[in-house]
């Protein structure tokens, strides 16, 4: 078990999400950052679907009542093992009692902590993702216990550690192709899509990234159809939202662009007032 | 059956989406469902997500050449295939139009110049055509709203819709399968259950269902509301 003594500001169970019911209106889900979570269970030899922890802007404090082995992925929130700093990107032992706590930011918005064997929560329609009117919880709270297995028998030693492309977190480059309606755009919106940076605005959750400046836009709306994470629409305000996990399966807004999934996974280390430009494929 | 002009487009780096002209028909959603069964029969797919025009298909893997699937697909749509077609439902859904639940019925009622109870009868006199479930787990895109209702969405959406809220947007009705925020007219409750993870089948509706509401008073609301939660209430189709 892993006891929440502290919740934070957005901890959820995730793994890499709920495929195959969009015909019945499921969002995908999974976890934000596919690149950093999937690096997590790949250190703990454990199979990548996995369900891990999300961890958004640090601050959760979890105790741990079994020994095992975890890894810390994605966002640097200074993370300390009873108070002496850890490794990130580095399978870590923890012992029974022990809590993880995070502290300063120093890069990224969002933390995977992955555990040995993954952790054991329900599975609802073929995920452990945490998403509302589906799975039991939406966010993890303070008292709640979250189970998962303990490492018997070889503690084996082991150095896993790897050093991490920083450009994942830094770069402002987002890569796209062109969106289903891109072409119905003149070639002054679509040069207004490529020519400056977007700023992203505080409107930006697991469902959704809104961006502050608007472009002109004489598009009108859509008959409903599809839409994925990723996809970029316009609103009739002119502002841009790119959809991220969490979103809808049908939009009614013009799609102009659909950012790359890799581009998604840097995206999501994102948040209010970072930069980004996109950038053709 | 008529075979429609189709624009096939990549979307993204695992998705091909696939557009009949713009306009919501049954005709369309007929060669929609029709193809949609084909692709089920000879592609393996994540998801397939159909729209009012579109179908939207997910493949499992990133795809290296589009134009391939692409050249795939459109002979599928060609192939003469004795289409066996997937047995279409009608649902009827209890919906208590007392004004408890209707919130929105007696603006709607000056709007239109009309009796509660004649927007009742249009409302429920209706057979609708299951377009697609979208916006939310187990919300029912449904075509064939009588004219005389159409609404416009409020400016101002509501921030809670009650679970059950059936309701008018546009050219559009719907039920609320959950709580949520949502700025349609509220003209009634249903007590039945459109989504339930703890069933096989979490939504009983699919694309091409028919569905047409039964007026029913607050007793039986309550009566059927106690039934869904006690798990002895189960939805049968009409043929």
């Known amino acids: 078990m892993i006891t929440v003594l502290n919740q934070g500001i957005y901890c959820s169970i995730q793994d890499l999400g709920r495929k195959g019911f969009a015909n019945i209106g499921v969002p995908i889900s999974g976890v934000m950052d596919a690149t950093s979570a999937k690096l997590g269970n790949q250190l703990l030899n454990n199979d990548l679907n996995e369900a891990v922890l999300e961890i958004a802007f640090g601050g959760v404090e979890l105790q741990f009542d079994e020994d095992t082995i975890v890894c810390l992925t994605g966002a640097d929130f200074s993370p300390k093992i009873n108070g002496i700093r850890i490794e990130m990107n580095a399978v870590i032992k923890i012992k029974k009692s022990q809590t993880i706590t995070f502290g300063k930011r120093n890069y990224g918005v ?58 994942h977190f830094s770069t402002n480059g987002i890569r796209c192709f062109k969106g289903p309606e891109f072409e119905l755009l003149t070639k002054t919106q679509q040069a207004q899509l490529f020519g400056a940076e977007f700023i992203i605005s505080n409107d930006n959750n697991r469902v959704g990234y809104q961006l502050n400046e608007p472009i002109e836009n004489t598009l009108k709306p859509i008959l409903t159809s599809g839409v994925l994470p990723g996809t970029v629409q316009l609103t009739p305000s002119g502002k841009l939202i790119i959809l991220m996990r969490d979103c809808q399966v049908t939009g009614g807004y013009p799609r102009v662009l659909q950012v790359s999934e890799e581009s998604i996974n840097r995206l999501s280390q994102k948040t209010t007032h970072d930069k980004i430009l996109f950038v053709l494929k | 059956m008529p075979n429609y002009i189709l624009s096939y487009k990549s979307f993204g780096e695992n998705a091909i989406l696939i557009e009949w002209p713009k306009e919501i028909s049954d005709a369309v959603l007929q060669d929609i469902v029709g193809f949609k069964n084909k692709i089920h029969k000879n592609i393996k797919l994540q998801d397939v997500i159909i729209g009012y025009n579109s179908i939207l298909l997910v493949y499992e893997f990133v795809i290296e050449k589009s134009e391939h699937k692409i050249v795939i697909l459109k002979k599928l749509y060609l192939q003469k295939e004795k289409s066996e077609s997937v047995l279409d439902h009608h649902w009827v859904i209890p919906v208590c139009y007392d004004l408890e639940f209707g919130m929105d019925l007696e603006q709607l009622s000056k709007e239109k110049k009309c009796s509660t109870n004649e927007i009742i009868q249009l409302h429920s006199q209706t057979m609708y055509t299951v377009f697609f479930v979208g916006f939310l787990p187990g919300f029912l895109y449904l ?28 050219e559009q009705t719907g039920v609320y399968p959950n709580q949520s925020s949502g700025g349609w007219n509220i003209i009634g409750n249903s007590p039945i ?46 043929l």
């Open chain 2, 143 to 170: 075509g064939g709203l009588n004219s005389i209702l159409y609404s416009p969405r409020k400016a101002t959406p509501r921030l809670r819709v009650p679970k059950g809220a059936v309701a008018i947007g546009g």
């Open chain 1, 110 to 167: 969002r933390t995977y902590l992955s555990v040995f064997g993954g952790i054991q929560a329900k599975e609802i329609l073929s995920s452990k993702s945490f998403y509302k009117e589906i799975s039991e919880g939406i966010i993890l709270q303070k008292g709640d216990a979250v189970p998962c297995k303990t490492l018997k028998g070889q503690t084996k030693q082991t150095y896993s550690k790897i050093k991490v492309d920083e450009r």
């Open chain 2, 193 to 238: 259950s459109f989504f339930d993870v703890e069933k096989e089948v979490p939504c009983f509706a699919k694309t091409g269902d028919k569905i047409t509401f039964k007026s029913i008073s607050l007793n039986e609301h309550k009566e059927i509301t106690e039934a869904v939660n006690n798990n002895e209430y189960k939805m049968q189709p009409v």
